[in-house]
């Protein structure tokens, strides 16, 4: 079975401080990882993908294979970056798509 | 990028009555799938809503209570049946334009069951 961990329900930062939001996933096979975003009073949207290994407002996430974690993270929080974090795991295909519990993120000013 | 709508935005509803949501895209998709969120939660698969047959329910839903039909590839809707105060939720519509694409999401059905 497919699951995704996200040891912290908030994550209250520092504007200008570093940014990791943790996730972990348990999946035999080779997974495609996901990182969604949603701002208040907005839809949830995708952020990043690992297989695109590109960085979307500053964020970048690597996965990792050995500790199974694709953890998200940026160098330096800004406060349009307050929101809440999904990570996401996908088998491939047209196969269900499981979410993590989430992650808010509070950058303070 | 596509466009997703989802509608009602929002909703209060009576105990034993029945709500259906809609959801239509500005592009033929294949898949389209139903979550529930519940508040303080994740997002939970309801099921998969394929074109042309029954949907695919997931552990813990079945079909007299979210009845789904999808009459073609751009449109879905959700019926939450004999709703209760435990159906209070955000119900989403979400879509992929692709085999190993990412999902899409609509804006979400806010449901509030008096």
């Known amino acids: 079975a497919q699951r995704v961990t996200q040891p912290e329900k908030l994550l209250s930062v520092f504007k200008g401080a570093p940014v990791e939001l943790k996730c972990n996933y348990s999946y035999s096979g080779s997974p495609e990882l996901f990182w969604y975003v949603q701002y208040s009073r907005q839809r949830l949207q995708l952020l990043l993908r690992?297989?695109s290994r590109e960085s979307i407002k500053g964020f970048t996430a690597d996965l990792n294979k050995g500790e199974t974690s694709f953890h998200l993270k940026k160098p330096f929080a800004q406060e349009e970056d307050s929101a809440m974090y999904y990570c996401?795991?996908?088998?491939?295909?047209?196969?269900?798509?499981?979410f993590g519990t989430g992650t808010k993120l509070q950058v303070i000013p | 990028s596509a466009v997703i709508s989802q509608k009602p935005s929002r909703d209060i509803c009576q105990r034993g009555t029945s709500l259906t949501i809609q959801c239509q895209v500005d592009?033929?998709?294949?898949?389209m799938f139903w979550y529930r969120q519940q508040p303080g939660q994740s997002l939970t698969l309801i099921a998969t809503a394929n074109q042309g047959s029954e949907a695919t329910y997931e552990s813990g839903f079945v079909i007299d209570k979210f009845p789904i039909s999808r009459p073609n590839l751009t449109f879905s809707t959700l019926t939450v049946s004999n709703m209760s105060p435990e159906d209070s939720s955000i119900y989403l519509c979400?879509?992929?334009?692709?085999?190993?694409?990412?999902?899409?999401f609509g804006d979400g059905t806010r449901l509030s069951i008096l």
């Open positions: 996401a795991l996908s088998p491939g295909g047209y196969q269900k798509v499981t």
């Open positions: 979400s879509v992929e334009f692709g085999i190993n694409q990412p999902q899409h």
């Open positions: 690992h297989i």
């Open positions: 592009s033929q998709v294949t898949m």
